[in-house]
């Protein structure tokens, strides 16, 4: 009796060893270090509960036709729970387009996501988004289109492995009625649809320190100098490079450098693009 006893009470240590060594792997495993902080697609992971990140980045083009820098930052806040995350993003700019000068604020995109799917073993977590863009910029100067707009996005997530994520994207940009002036004095409105696609992998070298590899592609939409609607497909690739420096319960921060290569003839030359976040609790 005594030694089945031993034996069962044996049995119970080990299975408790067994699932808190699985668990304790399972929340070390390198790709979980570093979530939400893609540069160009989008990460379907909304914010935690009581947690608030804050995106710098800056780009800087260098090619035949344009030059300079342009800037963007964005700030995510959960929404009663994980469910709902909304935030908002502010663009400027600085720099020339052939031989003109673009400078100033853009247009301002404000965002509600929902967490539709959470991420599961064979679920990839799912966040649809919407998006109001406000015509903050001026389009005489070329930093916005002068007309309010709307965005949809499809963002999907998957961790496949302990080192490997992977990302999709599927978007639509729709801007209604926008005014292009001509040289005989009319100015003739178009709407204007562009649609979008991203992927992105993710190796993690270490927890804090992921290799990124992202590709994005939008079929843009665009009025020319005769008032008439054309369509270029911008495609560009970016390797890249995130490292989490601080990596805190109550804080994190993430700096990260991708190098923007245009595939299509459309899509700017090179670049490069320099990512940083802070997120943490506030309550």
Known sequence: ??????????????????????????????????????????????????????????????DFHRHGWSFTFTQEWPLYGLEHQIS??????????GGDKVSGVGDVLINYRYQALEEGDTVPAF??????????GNRDKETGNGVVGYQWS????????SRLALHANLGLT?????RVPLDDGHSPKRSLVSPNLGASA????????HLM???????????????KRERDFK???????????????????????????????????????LYFSVEHKFF
């Open 235 to 273: 495609a560009t690739i970016s390797p890249g490079i995130r490292a989490a420096v601080i990596n805190t319960e109550n804080l994190q921060t993430v700096l990260g450098v991708g190098i923007p290569i245009g595939l299509t003839r459309p899509a700017d030359n090179y670049g490069v693009f």
């Open 127 to 136: 966040a649809p988004r919407f998006s109001l863009i406000l015509p903050a």
């Open 154 to 161: 499809l963002p999907f997530s998957k961790k496949v492995a």
């Open 202 to 209: 993710i190796f993690a070298l270490t927890s804090r320190i």
């Open 174 to 178: 729709y801007l209604p009625k926008v």
């Open 1 to 62: 009796m005594r030694q089945r006893k031993f034996i069962f009470r044996l049995c119970s240590v080990l299975v408790i060893l067994f699932v808190g060594t699985s668990t304790q792997a399972a929340e070390q495993r390198p790709i979980d270090g570093i979530e939400d902080n893609s540069f160009l697609v989008e990460e379907a992971y909304n914010q935690d509960p009581g947690v608030v990140q804050h995106i710098f980045n800056a780009v800087y083009t260098n």
């Open 88 to 97: 908002y993003s502010i663009p400027s700019f600085h720099l020339r387009d």
């Open 213 to 227: 590899l992202e590709w994005v592609g939008t079929f843009e939409q665009s009025l020319n100098d005769e008032g």
